[in-house]
């Protein structure tokens, strides 16, 4: 009886542990040859920790993450030219968290270390508030910020904590930009409002992955079945 037990706590640890995704890797099908297009690796807890895109012959993007207690700290874009088998640093980004662990501010840098935007966090019962101070071409390692673009953005959420409603607006803007979120058991609606005049509504859909991967609150977004093909790798 004894021994029995001990099996099945070894059989559940090993398919806990079998669960976890180490990697995922999207082929792309080239009149019926699969290439390589990107891979997303995570840690066992699920957190990504770099992504790379495949397919350009110059050069390919790749991001890293790094991370400390669980949330992510430093997030770096370099591009890879294999010729000459070096990566070019084009942009990072610092994050800083509160008590809470809830990301209060994201800094975003240019390879030079000028800033890029600072993007501040404020929490509610059911909503956040996303305030960023954008310098776009005008990056500065001492940003003016009477000369920086300020965009506002109010996330509503629902009881599950999944966005119903965006309204993005700024002193650039002529009215705000809305996103509407309605979730179905197979995916959502999103209707977006003010955008260059016209309202639009797009419907998506989730493939079984695309569910694999929400279950598993893995960040990766899975392209078209029919042309797309994805191995996955393990802990």
Wanted: hydrophobic share 30%.
């Amino acid at each position: 009886m004894k021994k029995n037990i001990i099996l099945l706590i070894s059989i559940s640890v090993l398919l806990g542990c079998s669960s976890k995704i180490k990697s995922i890797t999207e082929f792309t099908n080239q009149d019926g040859i699969l290439d390589k297009n990107r891979i997303a690796e995570f840690d066992k807890e699920g957190n990504k920790l770099l992504e790379q895109n495949f397919g350009n012959v110059r050069a390919n993007r790749i991001t890293k993450s790094e991370y400390k207690n669980g949330l992510k700290i430093l997030e770096i874009d370099c591009d890879y030219f294999q010729k000459q088998d070096t990566c070019v640093l084009r942009q990072f980004s610092k994050f800083e968290y509160d008590s809470n662990d809830r990301l209060i501010t994201e800094i975003k840098f240019e390879e030079d270390s000028a800033t890029r935007f600072i993007r501040n966090h404020l929490y509610f019962k059911d909503m956040k508030l996303i305030k960023t101070m954008s310098w776009g071409m005008i990056a500065s390692k001492q940003p003016d910020y009477n000369k920086g673009s300020v965009y506002i953005d109010t996330i509503y959420y629902d009881k599950v904590k999944r966005k119903i409603k965006i309204i993005s607006g700024s002193p650039d803007f002529s009215k705000p930009y809305i996103e509407i979120y309605k979730y179905t058991k197979n995916g959502y609606l999103r209707e977006l409002k003010g955008t260059y005049n016209n309202d639009t509504v797009v419907s998506y859909k989730y493939n079984k992955l695309q569910k694999k991967a929400i279950k598993n609150k893995i960040d990766f977004d899975f392209g078209d079945m029919k042309r797309n093909k994805y191995k996955f790798d393990y802990y």
